[in-house]
């Protein structure tokens, strides 16, 4: 990512890393090293802590000891105030590693005579740069002499002196000003302080509040122009450069299951890619919570991370609510698996929702990441914005190959096919959930509007949420149409019946036939019968007819042999 | 460098003391020029009621924080109270009464 580029050797401008959170990226290194930078804004836009920030991670991280030149808060009040935020001044001064001058200037007190020039402030500068071999120095805000100090000329050409000689002292210094009515300050430091410009910027869009900075110019380096926003946590400002990154994620053809077998079978039986995006959209009440909590927990059950960033319930109630349809994720909860987020989209500006996400993201490091729903960021901002957001946020994830998995609530009416933040072409899978009213019932719909890169399932599944999970069911489609819920059931039932009724007039059939068999066959064994008998009748026939020639025969003979006859055996032949 | 006026024992009565103190960084031009105005314009109006502490910040930096100076030569007076300040080279005299506000005590 860009701390590679950050880390890249520059050769010219030498940069002094700022430690804070993802600005040395923007600004590919750090601040100039031995000048000052102009940091401007309103008030209330963060600039002292900005340039406190700046100190103490010089102090603590890079171990460059830092001035902190105050014109405004007295160092108690500083002390203070930055304490909430984790920094300890108090102990960076003991331990001579930053030190702090509170420079009181009251106009009231002062009377002008005549010239004058800021050696004082030079000596007193000086002298705690010396006191502890500073190497960073920050004036907040230097502006505050105009109204302290009479004769602007002359504070001008001071001014001008002293950057110059903070420069000659090789000092990096942070200068803050405040925010002017066309310029950038009011009293035109800018002028003066002309190689490095940060504006910050804290913007107020529909009550809600965004914090912005820009690195208006920065001399002799590249750095990012945009807006960048920020936060200011527990932990100081971070920001973090989440302009889209680019089309240049690391992909995979490796695919994880949905949690819903029949799900995986539509998806060609593995389910969604890994890194892949995947929007779920569908009307209210459609179940698409459901699924993304079995999604969940199928990743929990391969001991995947995940996280679960909720806008519209909270924990609590995401764990009851499925608990009852079998999903039971406080397990999950408990070994660490699984976080929960849970935030009113209308807290926080898109920014800081954007910011907050990454940071959980980062910390945690999962495999998975739920968003339910993205809708509801349009109450967050105009839908411009939140696609943009929602297009940082999904290059993000699929930079660091994670799994997301976005619901988008359509609204009943609009075209079911079109995401209500037009986010669609951002998804790489598109599930769409629908509920389908036959007979007087809703019923729950889903089938695979696309998926990228898989073959996949066209057919519409019925949706059942049982308690033990999601069940899909293939819906009735047939000569009345299609069917789901208990029309399917009938239909079903009567399909059943008459398959039933089928089946008995076949056995009743065969039954039928099976005795007709049996006649023919008893018929035929009759017959054969009769055929021995008239068989047995010729043979017998024949015999005595064979028996009483050879009777005749023996009888001629005899008579022949009584008569004494002459034998000739010519006429014997003759006969 | 302390300059204790010479006729303070001269005083009648409680007389206040104007405690002054000039802050100045080297030699400069003008800080030379500053000291000269101001004893001019003490010996002037303040006679015998006055005291001049010149301090050097290149030699002494720690003690510009205690008067918050910024600007060279400053003068501050610390007594009597409130303090003020006054910053230039004190050429203007017409100021310099005003801003130590002897005018309307003189």
């Known amino acids: 990512m860009a701390k590679e580029r950050a880390k890249a050797p520059r050769i010219g401008l030498s940069k002094t890393p700022t430690g804070i959170q993802g600005l040395d990226e923007i600004i590919g290194g750090g601040l100039p090293t031995g000048r000052p930078t102009l940091i401007c804004g309103a008030a209330g836009c963060g600039k002292t802590l900005f340039a406190t920030e700046f100190l103490v991670r010089g102090a603590t991280q890079y171990n460059e000891p830092g001035v902190f030149m105050s014109f405004e808060e007295t160092t108690e009040e500083l002390t203070e105030n930055v304490a909430s935020l984790g920094f300890d001044l108090d102990h960076l001064v003991a331990s001579k590693l930053l030190l702090l001058d509170y420079v009181r200037v009251e106009r009231s007190e002062i009377q002008d005579t005549g010239e004058y020039d800021l050696e004082g402030l030079f000596i007193r500068l000086e002298y705690a740069i010396d006191s502890i071999g500073a190497r960073r120095v920050v004036l907040d805000t230097i502006e505050s002499l105009f109204s302290g100090l009479p004769n602007p000329l002359i504070l001008r050409a001071e001014l001008r002196r002293l950057f110059r000689w903070l420069k000659d002292k090789g000092m990096t210094t942070i200068i803050t000003g405040e925010k002017g009515e066309n310029s950038l300050t009011r009293q035109g430091l800018e002028e003066y302080v002309s190689d490095c410009v940060i504006f910050l910027d804290h913007r107020v869009t529909d009550q809600l509040s965004t914090r912005r900075m820009r690195v208006v110019k920065y001399r002799g380096s590249t750095h990012g122009t945009n807006e960048y926003p920020f936060l200011i946590e527990d932990q100081g400002i971070s920001v973090l450069p989440i302009t889209s990154i680019g089309l240049n994620h690391p992909i995979t053809t490796r695919r994880i299951s949905t949690g819903i077998p029949r799900l995986d079978t539509m998806f060609s039986g593995k389910g969604y890619f890994k890194g892949g995006s995947i929007l779920l959209s569908g009307t209210a009440g459609t179940g698409k919570t459901s699924v993304a909590a079995s999604f969940i927990q199928a990743a929990c059950r391969r001991s995947e991370r995940c996280i679960f960033f909720s806008f519209e319930e909270s924990q609590l109630q995401i764990v009851r609510n499925m608990s009852s349809i079998g999903i039971d994720l406080e397990p999950w909860v408990k070994k660490g698996l699984l976080r929960f987020y849970a935030e009113r989209p209308s807290v926080y500006g898109l920014e800081t929702h954007l910011m907050t996400m990454y940071r959980k993201i980062i910390e945690f490091k999962p495999a998975v990441v739920v968003v339910d729903p993205i809708t509801n960021f349009i109450h967050a901002g105009d839908p411009l914005d939140v696609k943009s957001m929602l297009t940082r946020l999904i290059d993000f994830l699929k930079m660091n190959q994670i799994t997301t998995l976005f619901t988008t609530l359509t609204s009943s009416g609009k075209d079911l096919e079109q995401s209500e933040v037009d986010v669609s072409s951002l998804a790489d899978t598109w599930l769409l959930l629908r509920s389908i009213e036959i007979g007087g019932e809703r019923n729950r719909g889903l089938y695979i509007l696309k998926s990228r890169g898989m073959a996949h399932s066209n057919q519409i599944r019925e949706f059942l949420l049982t308690d033990h999970g999601i069940t899909l069911l293939d819906v009735y489609f047939g000569a009345a149409g299609v069917l789901t819920g208990s029309a399917r059931l009938a239909q079903e039932s009567m399909e059943k019946e008459a398959e039933l009724v089928h089946q008995q007039e076949v056995t009743f059939r065969k039954i039928n036939l099976g005795c007709k068999q049996k006649a023919v066959e008893a018929q035929i064994a009759a017959l054969h019968a009769e055929l021995e008998a008239a068989s047995a009748e010729m043979k017998k026939l024949s015999d005595q007819e064979k028996e009483r020639e050879k009777r005749l025969a023996r009888e001629r003979d005899a008579i022949v042999r009584m008569r004494k006859a002459d034998r000739n055996p010519e006429g014997g032949k003759r006969k | ?106």
């Open chain 2, 1 to 106: 460098m302390k300059q204790p006026a010479p006729s303070e024992k001269n005083a009648k009565g409680p007389r206040e003391i104007w405690d002054l103190r000039l802050y100045v960084a080297g030699q400069t031009p003008k800080s030379i020029e500053a000291l000269v105005n101001l004893k001019t314009l003490c010996e002037g109006h303040l006679k015998g009621q006055y005291r001049i502490e010149v301090i050097d910040l290149m030699k002494n930096p720690q003690l510009a924080k205690g008067d918050q100076i910024l600007a060279i030569p400053t003068l501050v007076r610390k007594l009597p109270e409130p303090i003020k300040k006054i910053i230039g080279d004190l050429s203007n005299t017409e100021r310099v009464l005003v801003g130590l506000d002897i005018k309307s005590r003189a």
